[in-house]
Structures are given as C-alpha cells and as structure tokens.
C-alpha cells in the first residue's frame, strides 16, 4: 500500500534522507522512529507529496505520488506534525471543507463528518472556534480530517505529541483498531508507542534505516531488553562531539 | 469543484474578520466622498463619472488591494496550512484560482456598493451609461491587477507586513508611471522609447480607455496577461520553495 523505494532529499548539500526503501502493507502499522533531525517528517512529506524528492519513488496503492499526485493524495489521509488548522472556522465548518475537497457531497458529506466527529471525539467542541480549542483538541481535529475520507492509507507525523496521557491512550488505541484494515505510518518519539501500536518499526539516523523489525524482533536485539537503550546504541546524538 | 471550494472557504474567512469590512468601507466612503470634494462633482456639471469618481480608483486600489490579497499566501505559510492544501488531493493552480477569485469577489462587493453615484448621476442628468459600465469593469480589472501582483508577493514570504509594504509600493508605481504629470517629467529626462518602455507597466492608459467606453484588444491583453503572468508566477515560486 505504501512503497518506499531509494527515496532521498538533498537540501543544498545536507542530506536530509539517503535512499531510503520500506513498505507498509494493509493492515501493518510502521512505527518511524528517530532522533530530531533523522529525516522522519521530510520522509512523510515526500510520501504525501507535499515535497518533492530529490530522487527515487514513492507509492500510494501502486499510485506514483511523483508521477499522479492527485490520484494518489485521495488515498492518504495526513496529520502534519504540526496539526495545522484554519484558526478562524468552526470544527465542523473545516471538516466540512475538508470533506468537499475530496469530493463528498450530500448525505455522504454529513456521514463523513459526523463519523468523524464520534471517532475523535469532538462532539463536545463541534461548534467551537478552532482558535478556542486546547493542543489536545486540536490535535484531534486535524486527525479527523485525515480520517473524513476512510483513506486507505493514513500517514501520522507524530500523532501523540502534547496528548496529555488520557488523550495518548484513546490515540494508540484507534491507530491500532483502524491499522486493522488500513496500511498506517506513524513517527513518534514515544518508545512505548511502538508495542502498544505497531506491527513493525524502524529507526532512522541522519536520513537512513538503523534498524528493521518487528517490537518482538528489536526487544530481542536490544541490550537488556529496552528499546531505549536499543535507539541510544543505534542512533547517534547530537550532542555528540 | 476544488476551486469553488476553495473560493468558498476563503470568502468566508474574509468576511469572518473585519478585515473585508473595514476594507470595502473605507473604499465607499473614500470614492464617493472624494468625487464629490476633490472630484468637484456637482461643480463641474458634467454627467460623466470619468474624472470625478472612477480618476481615484487606482488611487485606492494601490493601497487597499494589497490590504486585502496580503494574506492569502502569507497566512497559510505562516500557519503551516500550506502542508494541508499541499497534500490535499487538489492542484497549486486550483488553490491559486480560487483564493484570486475570492480576493477579486470582495473588490467586487466594493465596487458594487458605489451604486448611489450611479442613481445619483442619472437623476441629476443623461449619462452615458455604457461608459459607465465599462469605467465599472476597467476599474475592477485594476483592482485585479493589483490582487494577483500582491498574491505573488505574498508567496513569496510569511510575513504579511513585508508583503504589504512590497505590494504597495510596486503597485504605487505602476499607478505613478503612466500618471500625465509624472510622464511630462519622465520625457524631460530620458528618451521616448525609455518613457513609452515605462507607461506600458502603467495601468493608467488601459484604464483611462476603458472608462471612456472603449475596450481595445490591447486593453484586454494587457489586463489578462499581467493577471497571469502573476498567477502563474506565483505556482512556480510556491513550487520553488517545496523543492
């Protein structure tokens, strides 16, 4: 559903990502993990077609996003890492917005929408002013848009980020009910992320692939069983000299 | 259509801030109240609206079209919304179409709300109202002119201040340049050819026929060619910056 191959972004003459190449199929939840800086959300947004790549390709179900990136936008629903929103709609009023960009009308349009609202929980903030609503809220507003369309594949840029531990529970939980039937990529910080949700992960370091596997398979490998000390050995940090 | 939900989505947020409002009062009350002091309206005796009402236009339209197409790109960069429209299944041209025609909407409230001297100059005498009409459309088109330059101005930063404050002052020269007074001063100090080089990026000669009621092939081509040329360069700048 998702097809990575050789993808890579020069800025100038910094590498921000080096051929990488992964696949995410239906109902697979990848876990992109990596220090600051690792290339994850510049990765996303060459997958999303929001950035060009300075070479290599991506594929939305067999779509190219470089080559038919309408067609393959309309299978993709994304939440940037910065869940950027239109401060001066209402909730409903941008997720009806949203809706009419992909195409749905009438009673379909309503369906969406409503739908929705139920999964993010937002039925108490539907008729808010965006500029209103808490990090939490719309955090999860931008998710909704993302999930209007019943896109096959979701891409997430850190979904959880500034949740407070409630808000990160209900996250983890719908990331892995809708993994079910969707092809999901989600970046995250959160180690623990990655066996609540994840059927895969990876973890990149300055624009490539460190590690490839399983929750169960980067345990196994890492040093007393921590996933921490595992993403310590692997990446390297930035203070370093 | 995406360009009409995108037209749709940024009317709204036009009209959901006073920015719009203030603009289009300002324009009334300036246009109207200027024909009558500085225009010397009902002095003059004339039932024309050439020189009395449609001569401050582009005077206007140098500052307030820039106040209104300031934010169309700078906002949405400074948002970060501009990830979301650039991954939303819908081309930079429809997006660029939809936010001019929405600028160009508001401009047109505007102009329509100017209605009263129209009445006006009826009652009072036998005007040429197909000249009217055509001072109408002349004046819109300026109004658009400025609209597109001031949208590539705003892709070009984040900050709405910078692109005001650019907008402006291009738009303000190419009002200057093609103004008689500054032309008599321009042919004292350089060639012909260097004078007639400059008038062409004026609005002036283009307007000032329009508002006598001719429409020439030129008039059309200069208008819709400035307006593309803007439109189009703003796709390849927005382009430029994502790569």
């Known amino acids: 559903m998702i097809e990575v191959v050789k993808l890579s972004k020069h800025f100038g003459s910094k590498v921000a990502v080096d051929e990488l190449s992964f696949t995410v199929q239906k109902g697979e939840v990848l876990g992109f993990l990596g220090p600051n800086g690792a290339g994850k959300s510049t990765t996303m947004r060459m997958v999303t077609g929001f950035i060009p790549p300075s070479s290599g390709e991506a594929r939305i179900c067999g779509i190219s996003i470089t080559a038919d990136p309408t067609e393959a936008k309309k299978k993709i629903g994304y939440l940037p890492e910065s869940a950027p929103l239109y401060n001066d709609m209402t909730v409903i009023g941008f997720l009806k917005f949203c809706a009419e960009i992909r195409k749905l009308s009438g009673s379909a349009k309503k369906d969406a929408v409503e739908r929705a609202i139920e999964t993010c929980f937002l039925g108490s903030v539907a008729h808010q002013s965006i500029d209103t609503l808490s990090k939490g809220y719309r955090h999860r507003t931008c998710l909704a848009q993302a999930l209007l369309h019943d896109p096959e594949v979701l891409i997430l840029d850190e979904p959880t980020d500034g949740l407070d531990p409630n808000q990160k529970y209900e996250v983890r939980q719908l990331i892995k009910r809708l993994g079910e039937t969707k092809a999901i990529l989600f970046s995250t910080h959160i180690l623990e992320e990655v066996e609540a949700s994840c059927t895969r992960a990876i973890i990149v370091d300055r624009g490539r692939i460190v590690e490839d596997g399983t929750p169960a398979e980067l345990i196994a490998k890492a040093p007393h069983g921590s996933l921490t000390e595992l993403f310590r050995k692997v990446t390297t940090s930035d203070t370093a000299a | ?243």
């Open chain 2, 1 to 243: 259509m995406s360009i009409l939900t995108i037209f749709r989505r940024e009317l709204k947020s036009y009209f959901a801030q006073p920015t719009a409002y203030a603009i289009i009062v300002i324009f009334v009350l300036l246009s109207l109240g200027f024909t009558f002091t500085f225009g010397d309206f009902m002095n003059v005796g004339d039932a024309s609206l050439q020189f009395s009402f449609f001569f401050w236009h582009p005077w206007l339209y140098m500052l307030l079209a820039p106040a209104i197409a300031m934010k169309l790109w700078s906002d949405e960069q400074r948002n970060g919304t501009i990830e979301l429209l650039g991954t939303f299944p819908v081309s930079t041209w429809a997006a660029i179409v939809g936010k001019f025609l929405a600028a160009a909407a508001v401009s047109l409230v505007a102009l329509v709300l100017t209605f009263p001297i129209v009445i006006t100059v009826n009652y009072l005498g036998e005007p040429d109202n197909g000249a009217i009409i055509s001072g109408y459309i002349g004046s819109f088109l300026v109004c658009c002119t400025f609209i597109a330059f001031t949208m590539l101005v705003s892709a070009c930063t984040r900050d709405q201040v910078v692109c005001l404050i650019v907008s402006v002052a291009i738009c303000t020269l190419m009002v200057l340049c093609g103004y008689d007074p500054v032309t008599r001063e321009l042919a004292k100090a350089t060639s012909p050819g260097t004078v007639e080089a400059i008038v062409a990026f004026s609005v002036w000669d283009h307007f000032t026929s329009l508002n006598r009621g001719l429409l020439r092939l030129q008039d059309a081509v200069w208008f819709a060619g400035f307006i593309s040329l803007c439109l189009v360069g703003t796709s390849t700048i927005l382009s430029a910056k994502r790569a």
